[in-house]
């Protein structure tokens, strides 16, 4: 059975805040929508994936979760406008056409099971849930809200998505939402076209994100979820004469430097390493040996950063990172702030949770006679799925 599902993210609504619709908003590692976008690309039932987004958005908005089934296609002005514009990009084949609310990025497989063998059996069905609070029909009189009678809650479910239709009664609710009345669902427009819909359980986790305390509830769920992996990194490089010193990329003015194949960033290099093997993921000298000509004068900083797109690659956030750097002379005090500033531009985190403290070594050894210049760092990942 060829099974469509339309993603209507055609919403221009940024009353969340940040200035970008709310379905482009990160969720732990991906957007609401990618996490929307991927429940359907990866449910084995699902042909093919059509998704509406807001007229003017970029394309490549949807690219990195570009799966083959995915189609992208302009939204309207209105929801069921945008579904209009996604219905007639679905291939002939299809059977059954589910719509989803790319606000809902917790839709489970079950779920979406569900609705499409509901909506084969019955032309039209619906997640929806049953209401556990008793449900009060109220009236304004006076400016006040006054229960005008009790509804038994038996017969009321809100209505969630995805919303699953046979091919032909979608077809039907499109035409009918091409006139003038206004449907905030698919499932509207199918009971104004005189198609009885069925229910199918949802799920009550199937939330939508619509304000921002609903967004925080989302984010704090997957954070619920996360496993914390700790990694840890060291780093020593000779100071020579005639060699720049430079510690978490800032140059700071000194008659001897650190001799190295790279800019010898001690710093840089114990912090790659921590985040590196708190992912498990080896460590600065397996992705970047000092034996190959790329490498070379290779500023350090630029290397943290390939190893933080690195780690986010593989489903994990860094939380926080501490860093001792052990030498003689200079005094980094002066250069703390800027060089906490370039490691948590680097690794695209807040600058308060980058921590780099200075050490001497009390004279002793060869860090102590100022001959050498080390680095310890720990770093905190979260693996979020
Ligand atoms: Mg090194």
Redesign the pocket.
Known sequence: MHVAAIIAAGGSGTRLGAGVPKQFLQLGQQTILQRSIEAFTGHDRITEVILALPAGSPIETAAGTAAAKLRVVMGGARRQDSVANAFAAVSPDAEIVLVHDAARPFVSAAVISRTIDAAAAHGAAIAAVAVTDTVKQVTMEAGHRVIAGTIPRESIYLAQTPQGFRREVLAKAVAVGRGEAVATDEATLAELAGHPVHIVEGDIENVKITTSADLDRARQRLAEGATARAGTGY???RLVEGRPLIIGGVDIPFERGAM?H?D???AC??VTDAVLGAACLGD?GRHFPDSDPRWKGAS?IDLLRQAATMVRAGGFEIVNLDVVVILERPKIAPYLSKIREGLATALSVPIDRVSVKGKTNEGVDAVGRGEAIAAHAVALLASVS
Do not use: E, F, N
């Open positions: 780093d020593l490089h190295g790279s010898a960033d001690v290099h114990a600065i350090s």
